[in-house]
């Protein structure tokens, strides 16, 4: 394995942040709301220094990292190693926790419903468990849908797609967003966002419906695991195949009704890190911005349900129009990255 040991040469705090990213993990593991988010930023920051962090004070001078996480690194090159680690991995059922996690559309809550159930392993649960339709396919095709997808391969699933659409309406177009858009080299799912330049919300809806059924017939689309489209849905989860023999990947589909492009470029773009910092600067301009748009005087109440609709300040499919509003300067998609 010689990734650490190459990182270790050219970066004076890998071991920092090889502790630090176990600790990460483990608290995405949990379904902690906060941590992993601060813990990111901390890691993200540490592989920019040139020098080696080695105390609390030195690591709190870095924008991005808190006392807390400060008086960890400051542990981990004392002692060489995190009380707090070696707490986490103690955890019974971490392992057990791990794998369940990976299985696609199971959550913490399931995963730990299916423990407290005994069950230990993929066979026990294929055996054992009660499971839905989607859970077996999720279950059924683990390995697969946890396998990264080389960007060439997420190219030709956008072609498929694209074909089919052109087919129904040449003014359909789409997009392939995500991790895709940003240039990664391979990807953890297809993410394909389908835009027309006049059609209305449920005239889009009626385009996915027949777009689904087509890309069914033609044996492309494995499964659809979106639990309910059937009320004017415009987005799809499911599993789409190139060829027989080839791996099944995670595809999702969204539709876009013209105004919200902009908006939806940018959220469907990423990463998330990225998009929480800019969420949070239109927050403190006392904007709202969504994936539908950005938005002035909009309010909700604590269950995110719309008490005043607000109005729109930045429409239509110019994704540069809302860092303009926002006084942000302008990154090309390889560059929302923490
Ligand atoms: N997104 C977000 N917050 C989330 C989930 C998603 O802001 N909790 C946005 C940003 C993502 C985009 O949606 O970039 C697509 O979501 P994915 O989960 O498919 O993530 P990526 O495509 O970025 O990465 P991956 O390669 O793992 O699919
Ligand atoms: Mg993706
Ligand atoms: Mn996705």
Redesign the pocket.
Known sequence: NKGPQKQSKDCPNARTIEMLEKLLEYYELTGDQWRPIAYRKAIAALKRQKEKVCTSKEAKKISGIGQRIADKIEEIVETNELRRLDYAMDDPNYETLSLFLKIYGCGLQQAKVWISQGHRTIDDLLKHAKLSKHQRIGIEHLDDFDTRIPREEVKEHGEVVRSVLREMDSDLSMEI????R?G?AD???I?IMVTHPTATANELHKVLEDLLERLFESGFLKADMTSSRRMGGMTMHGASQLRPGMPWRRL?ILMVPNECVGAALL??????IF?RSIRLLARKKGLKLNQNGLWKGRQTDANSKVITEGTRVVSGPDEKAIFDYLGVEWREPHERIY
């Open positions: 967003m995500g991790s895709y940003r990664k990807c953890g799912d993410d999702d959220y469907f773009t990423g990463d998330d998009n």
